[in-house]
Nanobody, 119 residues
């Protein structure tokens, strides 16, 4: 499974960005999607994890970020609104064909996409 992420960029605080991540190389549906991020000098953190049954957001992004999925296209989106400078990080999409993304990431990673929020 290959994941291709896109949509990062530079935005002013308070602005919005939409990330996309498309899966290819499989005929199976993606069961679980996740977005992680890693800021310079910090550990990678889970931003949001999603299955068809439940979605969990990190407290730091609740009410500002929204994940959505198009299963027919095997694509996930992350709408990021009211961005803050502390949201600056490399964002990685993550997916698994069989299990939820909980304490451990899914099996498949996309390349990172840089999100920079200026103050």
């Amino acid at each position: 499974v290959q994941l291709q992420a896109s949509g990062g960029g530079l935005v002013q605080a308070g602005g919005s960005l939409r990330l996309s991540c498309a899966a290819s190389g499989t005929d199976f549906s993606i069961f679980a999607w996740g977005w992680y991020r890693q800021a310079p000098g910090k550990q990678r953190e889970l931003v949001v994890a999603n299955t068809p049954f439940i979605t969990n957001y990190a407290d730091s992004v609740k009410g500002r970020f929204t994940i959505s999925r198009d299963d027919a296209k095997r694509t996930v989106y992350l709408q990021m609104d009211t961005l803050k400078p502390e949201d600056t990080a490399v964002y990685y999409c993550n997916a698994d064909l069989r299990r939820a993304i909980l304490t451990t990431p899914g099996d498949h990673w996309g390349q990172g996409t840089q999100v920079t929020v200026s103050s």
